[in-house]
């Protein structure tokens, strides 16, 4: 590790401000493994060995009224897509948390329900409470390149009693992200509404990123983002490979592994045993959490867990 | 010894034992094991160039005897969808590599026991008339015992034969793990036991020829079984120096007789940072993108490779058991340049050939890999009628052919 990045990372370890020089020393280095072992040691001060994963399944909002059988290893009933109208969200909820049972329904991007509230806040507060008396438990995601001025949604949010489970940088990715990760940093109220940040944009929206940016960008967002607790990648989105080896880089929380086998293919290469055995060989204890992120159980670490 | 010592010994210039390297790859974080492969592969190419080739790859037959089980590409003698590809497909695959600056052919296929000696020798002759500076890459160490017990000659025999007729160079496929009770579990000691395996190798480095060397791992081998594979590659190459590189990769489970779960992204790091510790002596290590795809491929660039293999233009044998990834020069390029390397051409035994070919003309993107054949084609080729056949019912095939 160059001493200049020796430097840095003990600055962020004793929770020193970061200068200019310091952050081009962070975004430039090409030293991956040295930038890898900061953030690890980072995530490590806060999570130990644990890594919490969560068994989603996706219920489209239009047709959730008519959703077929709801899977026992959810952990998580998300809504997607985005809604017609405020109504149509809020039936929504309701369709699906009346066969939910204890299993937490999240849904929305947080940017569709400001548009349909015309971007005002005090509506925006209504619309969240109502979601939450439906039973909503969550707001899906908050992306931060749409939050011009994110301290007075926060705000709204921590009021109406929702929380937002993960931020994203939304359309940002690459070396265009790393001045929003920094932004990110800075935002004093998003620890207390955003449960995870999520650094990584979803592998189909673009042009793909490379494994060094992505890893690059998870270990910057573990060092930088010292105000949320957690660093989320997607399992399903980021490639099952890429986001094992992310949670040698800084991450904690792994999104969206599915409820349900896309194939018969047997016990050991089932969903759930898939995310344990990958965390598990990455050298981590594997947590199974609810969209709530309450702690469900810690798979064993032995093959037969 | 201790982690800490085992590294400061590597880092010294030291050669790690067995017991050392196992203790290191059971005990040694992540980090400290991409940390030490790095400063390896830094200090064998300090000049910080990672290479690749433009070349296809190009599977003959799928048609095979061995019944490996851990194998999704095979099919037994006589399936309707086996394929033998004629002279003429060939060509045009050779014209088509040549199209996009290829340089050569990997052509292995399955152990045909309808494809004599004599065909390899019409075909590789009739390449070398045709394309005299093209090069065949060709037939790994158990496709030339196959060779051998078929035509019923000794290896060297066999090997010289094909050198003469225009063999240049010999694949490290086949090697799985060179332990023979592993070989057993995977039902692939009979095409070639681990002795067998290095023994065709120590014969081809003999002849003059270059090779690559492989590991398969991720079965049902152990972990000090990793281990003993890659030091008997390692004695090897100090008794021939032949290998110009090592690529490791992981077994894929799907549509496999084996079945199974693929090892994970971390195990292949791990593999590959371990490996390039081991094989002191090897000059190269090259990232299988075709198993690991494109961001661990490239990741494989901080854990011990200096080499993004090949472009490859063509994959069927990792594709029939689930893997279908895809990098073009322009993607290799990027994600070599990414990392913070400068991207050179090379060819097999690691000349370098120039800058990227894209940036020099006009090379059509290429999102996906081509296959041997459609599914369905049947056709076979004329000239096989000129070869006997080996089999009951390859026999009655010729017969109704001619």
């Known amino acids: ?305 | 010894m201790s982690v800490e010592s085992t590294a400061e010994k590597l880092l010294a210039g030291g050669r790690l034992s067995a017991e050392e390297a196992l203790e290191l790859y059971v005990s040694a974080p992540t980090s400290l094991l991409g940390r030490l492969a790095d400063t390896i592969r830094a200090r064998k190419h300090p000049t910080g160039l990672v290479t690749y080739i433009i070349d296809r790859n190009v599977n003959y037959t799928n048609v095979c005897v061995a019944r490996c089980s851990f194998c999704a590409f095979y099919r037994p003698v006589g399936a309707d969808d086996g394929y033998v590809l004629g002279f003429d497909e060939l060509f045009q695959k050779i014209d088509e590599t040549l199209a996009v600056g290829g340089v050569q052919l990997l052509l292995q296929g399955g152990h045909n026991p309808d494809l004599p000696l004599e065909w390899y020798e019409d075909l590789f002759g009739a390449v070398k008339a045709r394309y005299p500076d093209f090069k065949l890459h060709a037939l790994s160490p158990p496709e030339l015992l196959h060779l051998s017990r078929l035509s019923q000659q000794p290896v060297p025999v066999v090997v010289d034969r094909l050198v003469r007729a225009g063999l240049d160079s010999v694949p490290g496929g086949g090697a799985e793990i060179l332990v023979d009770r592993v070989r057993r579990l995977l039902h692939c000691d009979s095409k070639a036991t681990a002795d067998e395996w290095l023994s065709v190798m120590r014969v081809v480095h003999r002849a003059g020829l270059r090779s690559t060397a492989t590991m398969m791992y991720g079965s049902v081998e152990r972990l000090e079984e990793r281990v003993e594979h890659l030091c008997r590659l390692r004695e090897l190459q100090d008794e021939t120096g032949g290998f110009t590189a090592f690529i490791t990769w992981s077994y894929q489970p799907s549509n496999t007789e084996l079945g199974g779960a693929e090892a994970t992204g971390i195990d292949y790091l791990r593999t590959l940072a371990l490996s390039r510790i081991v094989l002191d002596n090897f000059d190269n290590l090259q990232a299988s993108w075709v198993t690991q795809g494109g961001k661990v491929g490239q990741l494989s660039l901080a854990f011990g490779a200096n080499d993004m293999g090949s472009v490859m233009i063509e994959e069927n044998v990792v594709r029939a058991a689930g893997a279908e990834y895809c990098m073009d020069e322009a993607e290799i390029v990027r994600n070599i340049e990414d990392a913070g390397f400068a991207a050179k051409r090379r060819n097999m035994v690691y000349d370098l050939l120039g800058d990227p070919l894209f940036r020099e003309r006009a090379i059509p993107r290429r999102t996906e890999l081509a296959i041997a054949r459609q599914a369905g084609d049947a056709t076979v080729p004329a000239e096989l009628s000129r070869y006997p056949a080996r089999s009951r019912p390859g026999k009655a095939r010729r017969a109704v052919d001619s």
């Open chain 1, 1 to 305: 590790m160059s001493d200049d990045l020796t430097a840095v990372t003990a600055k962020i370890a004793d929770g020193g401000a970061l200068d200019e020089r310091d952050w081009q020393t962070l975004t430039g280095t090409r030293d991956l493994i040295a930038l890898g072992v900061a953030a690890d040691d980072a995530r490590r001060r806060r999570h130990a060995d644990r890594v919490t994963f969560v068994q989603v399944f996706d219920v489209p909002v239009d047709t959730a009224a008519h959703a077929g059988t709801l899977p026992d290893q959810a952990g998580e009933l998300r809504l997607t897509g985005r809604p017609v109208s405020v109504a149509a969200a809020v039936a929504a909820v309701r369709a699906v948390v009346a066969r939910a049972g204890s299993v937490p329904v999240t849904g929305f991007a947080l940017e569709d329900l400001q548009g349909l509230c015309g971007h005002e806040l005090g509506r925006l507060g209504e619309v969240l409470i109502e979601l939450r008396e439906a039973g909503l438990a969550l707001v899906t995601e908050a992306a931060a390149d749409t939050l011009t001025d994110p301290e007075p949604v926060f705000e709204v949010l921590r009021t109406s009693g929702l929380t937002v489970a993960r931020l994203t940088l939304g359309d940002a990715a690459g070396h265009a992200a790393f001045p929003l990760v920094r932004r990110v940093a800075t935002w004093d109220g998003a620890g207390r509404v955003c449960r995870a940040f999520a650094p990584l944009r979803p592998a189909e929206s673009s042009l793909p990123t490379t494994g060094y940016s992505d890893l690059r960008q998870v270990a910057l967002a573990r060092l930088l983002v010292d105000n949320i607790d957690s660093i989320q990648v997607d399992w399903s989105g980021d490639g099952h490979k890429l986001a094992q080896v992310a949670l040698t880089f800084g991450a904690d929380d792994v999104d969206a592994v599915p409820a349900v086998a896309s194939d018969d293919l047997g016990w050991r290469r089932s969903p759930r045993e898939d995310i344990r055995r990958n965390i598990v060989a990455a050298g981590f204890a594997a947590v199974r959490r609810n969209g709530c992120f309450e702690a469900l159980d810690v798979c064993d670490r032995s093959e037969h867990a």
